[in-house]
């Protein structure tokens, strides 16, 4: 679960060695939907209001939300490359040696998608653009946790907009310290 499970960012503090992330990403409404868990890497990045890039992998079925039983069908499959500006903070919880911060930032993302039995009139493959707020908190320097939700953008032999959601859990990788 990675778009889930995290290509969320942290502080760009955080961030310089990179970060694993994890969660769910899904569209919503009625009729069929894709449901996929996302794995991925993300890492520090300087470009104008970007500061974190990341690169994850989509792996899902469409899910018909009409069906009370068997709404599974099909096998989807997708590579995100996203961008995240960086983390306006609202509120800092805890203490000084265990804090928890509360923020938002925006993430863009744009996947390329392949399907097997796609109920989609994009037909396969299709791509999507997808613009995220998010909401974040969780440990500035350590793990952090993220809920997004905003309009996808689907193109290819049609075009369609759907609203998405993302649950993201990000992991800084451990730093190495040289020893004595």
Do not use: N
Not at 10 to 39: K, N, S, V, Y
Request: charged residues 15%; glycine residues 18%; neutral net charge.
């Amino acid at each position: 679960m990675s778009a889930a499970l995290c290509a969320l960012s942290t502080p760009l503090g955080a961030q310089a060695r990179g970060a694993w992330t994890a969660g769910f990403a899904g569209t919503l409404g009625g009729g069929w939907q894709i449901e996929a868990a996302d794995i991925g890497y993300a890492r520090a990045l300087r470009a104008g209001p970007l500061r974190v890039a990341s690169l994850s992998a989509r792996l899902g079925s469409f899910v018909d939300e009409g069906a009370i039983l068997g709404g599974a069908r099909g096998f989807v499959f997708g590579v995100t490359l996203g961008g995240h500006t960086g983390l306006l903070s609202l509120a800092d919880l805890g203490t000084e040696t265990s804090k928890s911060q509360v923020g938002v930032d925006l993430t863009v993302e744009g996947t390329a998608y392949l399907g097997a039995r796609s109920p989609f009139p994009e037909g396969s493959p299709w791509g999507a653009l997808t613009v995220l707020p998010g909401l974040k908190f969780g440990d500035p320097d350590g793990v952090q946790f993220g809920l997004l939700v905003g309009p996808t953008f689907f193109f290819g032999q049609a075009s369609d907009v759907r609203p998405f959601l993302g649950i993201r859990f990000e992991a800084p990788l451990a730093r190495r310290e040289s020893h004595p």
